[in-house]
């Protein structure tokens, strides 16, 4: 059986490491311990940029700054960086005001019994991009855990050519 990808694993690790921070990191800031910050979008570290650093990173350590795969890493990771903290964190501030335009239309529907409005059962979900400081927080861990685990795949491909030098020259043939 082929082994994974490691750059793959390496992401994914980063992005579930990440997740699961999130609960730390919210303990700290409320004093109560929430599950549910596992499976969120937003918060400390950002998950997204924990993951496309760490493949980044991951690949810039093997295959070096100038190699193709590390450009295509990089590019296509600062978009998404950048579209977490922009675009996103927008989105999540536009959901933030449409819902508070909709309790202020139920405080007021009260008092105008012609205005016929119905409140959505759900609200629209405000917690969706990053800040920069989380954007930053998850790009320092993607990189810190991709360096580390291309350094340990490099360790171990040393190590198998070494026993395979040696093995080599401990059982080579006779010439004669």
Avoid: C
């Avoid at 918060?43 to 493949?55: E, F, I, K, N, R």
């Avoid at 979900?125 to 861990?141: D, M, N, Y």
């Amino acid at each position: 059986m082929e082994k994974m990808n490691r750059g793959i694993v390496t992401s994914l690790s980063a992005i579930g490491i990440a997740q699961a921070l999130k609960i730390v990191t919210h303990k700290k800031l409320t004093g109560v311990w929430d599950w549910k910050q596992a499976f969120t979008t937003g918060g400390m570290p950002s998950s997204h940029s924990a993951g496309v650093a760490a493949l980044a990173s991951y690949v810039a350590a093997n295959k070096g700054a100038g190699h193709t795969e590390t450009a295509l890493a990089v590019v296509f990771g600062t978009i998404v960086m950048y579209d977490a903290q922009g675009i996103r964190r927008h989105t999540g501030e536009i959901a933030q005001l449409v819902n508070d335009l909709e309790e202020s239309f139920v405080s007021i529907s009260g008092d105008f019994p012609s205005l016929n409005f119905v409140r959505r059962e759900k609200e629209l979900k405000e917690l969706l991009g990053h800040q920069p400081i989380e954007v930053l927080g998850g790009a320092l861990f993607g990189v810190l855990l991709g360096v580390v685990s291309a350094k340990i795949e490099n360790d171990e491909r040393r190590k198998r050519r070494r026993e395979q030098k040696k093995l080599t020259t401990v059982y080579r043939p006779n010439s004669d």
